[in-house]
């Protein structure tokens, strides 16, 4: 990348100053090895989230709740975000963040476990946005598992869709790198989606249920 698009590149991606509590959330996150979105993709979650007026949001990766904040703020003021995970003390960190942002306990549904065994049990087209951050491998699962929680006009995002900057790169060819960049293009052909891949942090995949 020449000089000055990366400069562009690096200012966009720190164009939004997360709100204090987010940045705790975010360091803790870190600390605990669960990588949390960078403002840039927090952000655009935030927007997306707000353009559809969310009021029924679910998470696949709470991690330390850092995404889920930026979520609850673009929410409707009385949606609820469920969110799932399979680490208890990521589940831990995240309720203490939600705390101390002040978000009322009837706003989250954190739910513990295996994604894949979780999501089968939440309704068909009731949730107006599905965020995946979770396990790269399992991506396959939870977006089918995402497109059959939409409501026609809701909103799919997909983290890490540009996984390292390994997707774009025709010879990288490890497992993770192979399931995400096939993913992605089976989402781009996917008739009951309108697509975009957005080159913000990690790559953040975006598209509308039609
Ligand atoms: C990248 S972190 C999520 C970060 C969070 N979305 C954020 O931005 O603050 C991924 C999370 O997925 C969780 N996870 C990994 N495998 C899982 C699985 N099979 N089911 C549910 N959660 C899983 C991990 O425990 C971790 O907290």
């Known amino acids: 990348m020449a000089a000055p698009r990366m400069a562009s590149w690096t200012y966009a991606e720190e164009f939004i100053t997360p709100a204090e509590v987010v940045e705790q959330a ?3 996150g870190e600390g605990l090895g669960c ?4 403002s840039s993709v927090g952000a655009t979650l935030r927007l997306l989230a ?4 969310a009021r029924h949001v679910v998470e696949i990766g709470t991690g330390a709740g850092a995404s889920g904040l930026w979520l609850l703020e673009g929410m409707s003021p009385d949606g609820v975000l469920t969110t799932i995970d399979a680490e208890p003390a990521h589940q831990r960190a995240a309720r203490q963040a939600y705390a101390a942002a002040g978000v009322p306990p009837q706003r989250t549904r954190v ?3 295996d994604a894949a065994q979780v999501l089968p049990r939440l309704t068909d087209g009731a949730y107006d946005m599905v965020l995946v951050d979770a396990d790269k491998d399992a991506y396959p699962v939870y977006v089918e598992q995402a497109v059959r929680l939409l409501r026609s006009g809701g909103v799919l995002a ?3 869709m540009l996984w390292q900057d390994q997707v774009a790169d025709p010879a990288a060819r490890d497992e ?6 096939d993913l992605g293009k089976q989402l781009r052909e996917d008739e009951r989606l309108l697509p975009c891949l957005l080159p913000a942090g990690d790559g953040l995949f975006a598209a509308v249920r039609r």
């Open 26 to 28: 975010t360091l803790r």
């Open 35 to 38: 990588t949390p979105v960078p």
């Open 50 to 53: 707000a353009a559809v007026a």
């Open 111 to 113: 739910i513990g476990g």
């Open 158 to 160: 997909v983290d890490n």
């Open 176 to 181: 993770t790198t192979v399931t995400l960049r």
